[in-house]
Every structure is written in C-alpha cells, then in structure tokens.
C-alpha cells in the first residue's frame, strides 16, 4: 500500500495551525499511525489509530479520518515541534510509511 | 518504561551479512503482546519497515528484501535480532529495533563499503 503525504515541506510560524494529510493508495480502515522525528533521532509515536493521541503527547496534536484519507493537525505550533513526521499503515504487509512532511518554524 | 538499544558492526563490506541485535530492558520479550520489528531509514531518506516478529509466532518480513533477511527473538538473553545477507551500498542505513511502533532503539548506523 502507498502512502502519499502532502506537503512534502511546510514552514509555518510558532502559533500558527498546521495541518498534513495522508492518502493511502488502498483503504486501511484506520490502522494508521502518526510519527514525529527531530534531526538525528528515532521517531517517536504520537497517534495511532488514526486518532487515538498517545500518553504524554500534547493535545494541540490530533488525528482524523478513515479509509484512504487521514488528516494530522497541529493546532497550535510550538517552536519544539520542529522536524519531520510521518504517516505509516499497519493494515497490510508489508507496513509502509509516508515519504514524510518537513515542518520548519518561520 | 521499555527501552531498546542496538548492538552490531558500524561497517560492512559488500556481500557480506549484517547482524544486528536488540537488547530489551523493562519488560520481557516472551511476556508481552508486543511484536518486535526492525526498521531502517537510509541517510536523508524516509522510513523502511523490514519485518517482525511476536516471541510466539513466525516472523513476516518486507518482500522487498526477499530471501535477504531473518528475524529470530532469543527468549533467554531478552533479545532480537536481525540478519541481512548480500549486503549491498543500497543498504547503508540507520537501523532501528522497534517495539510495537511505540518504543524505539536510538538507532545504529551501519554503512556498507569496502
């Protein structure tokens, strides 16, 4: 299943709502996880089920959609949250990611 | 907490296998709902999912790598592993075992080169 995220690159200012879709090239139902990953580290899971926020992650990250169409949104943006993230399914194998959306602070 | 590190060669040289292990602390390999995964990111590139493994079942691997790769969890050491064969430049990466997609290694970049 191809996973396709949009933008590949957004620079947004610290405040600001940020929103990245993802498109999945098959429904997945929503067996989709979103990871963040800063510059030189592992990723780390913030919402899985397409929803669902992990413990300890902040709420101004949210997840929605089902099928093949998955939106993630940063409601409030924080210079922290700088770096890369990523879509990935966990409906069929092989899993696959999302090429991956570069979030920069204006 | 569960936490994950990587141990193996930084350098490989062409067709040779790569051996990489996990190393679990903070909870037990056999005694969880956790599957085990290996998953790599080459330099500047995105993510890769190589396969997995659960303790008790067998393992599923990403057809990409057809016949290269081995997945195996030693219960008595609290580790997995993973083998890839014919290593080629296409596989410099940084390699991370991964439990359940939630707890991550800190990652162990293994270049391929002569």
């Known amino acids: 299943i191809q996973m396709t995220q949009s933008p590949s690159s957004l620079s947004a200012s610290v405040g600001d709502r940020v929103t990245i879709t993802c498109r999945a090239s098959?429904?997945?139902?929503?067996?989709l996880n979103w990871f963040h990953q800063k510059a030189g580290k592992a990723p780390k899971l913030l919402i899985n089920d397409a929803s669902i926020l992990e413990a300890g992650v902040p709420s101004r990250f949210s997840g929605s959609g089902s099928g093949t169409y998955f939106t993630f949104t940063i409601s409030s943006l924080q210079p922290e949250d700088l770096g890369t993230y990523y879509c990935q399914q966990d409906d069929t194998l092989p899993w696959t990611f999302g090429q991956g959306t570069r979030v920069e602070i204006k | 907490q569960m936490q994950l590190q990587e141990s193996g060669p930084g350098l490989v040289k062409p067709s040779e296998t790569l051996t990489l292990t996990c190393n679990v602390s903070g909870g037990s390999i056999d005694g969880s709902t956790n599957y085990w995964a290996w998953i790599r990111q080459p330099p500047g590139k995105g993510l890769e999912w190589l396969g997995s493994i659960y303790y008790s079942g067998s393992p599923y691997y990403n057809p990409s790598l057809k016949s290269r790769i081995t997945i195996s969890v030693d219960t008595s050491k609290n580790q997995f592993s993973l083998s890839l064969t014919s290593m080629t430049a296409t596989d410099t990466a940084v390699y991370y075992c991964?439990?359940?997609?939630?707890?991550w290694g800190q990652g162990t970049l293994v270049t391929v080169s002569s």
């Open positions: 991964v439990a359940s997609e939630r707890f």
């Open positions: 098959q429904a997945i139902n929503t067996y």
